[in-house]
């Protein structure tokens, strides 16, 4: 079993920057690779990024790219994702998510475990 609790969710000013953070439990997180995904009321729950076990391949949505980074502590059972020029239309309740593979991709089906999410939201 692996427990995520999401956290540094607010309200940010459009063009800010915020940094989300996904504190694990569980022997086996260090082998799951983990992602995040995004959903605004009314709208489907969407990719954002994921993250191989070992930190070493990163998939991004091209909404995303080039103002999101995922990062990992596997010592720290910790997850990051830093959001930079962030616009109106990234607000919404961010939830963590790990697959119980090495590598994993955009598909919800992918995770195992979800964590309750945290909402950012953006100002204009």
């Known amino acids: 079993q692996v427990q995520l609790v999401e956290s540094g969710g607010g309200l940010v000013q459009a063009g800010g920057s915020v940094r989300l953070s996904c504190a694990a439990s569980g022997r086996t997180f260090s082998s799951c690779a983990m992602g995040w995904f995004r959903q605004a009321p009314g709208k489907e729950r969407e990719f954002v990024l994921a993250?191989?076990?070992?930190?070493?391949?990163?998939y991004y949505a091209d909404s995303v790219k080039g103002r999101f980074t995922i990062s990992r502590d596997n010592a720290k059972n910790t997850v990051y994702l830093h959001m930079n020029s962030l616009k109106p239309e990234d607000a919404a309740v961010y939830y963590c998510a790990a697959a119980p593979r090495p590598y994993s991709g955009p598909y919800a089906y992918e995770y195992d475990y979800w964590g309750r999410g945290t909402q950012v939201t953006v100002s204009s």
């Open positions: 993250i191989s076990w070992d930190g070493d391949s990163t």
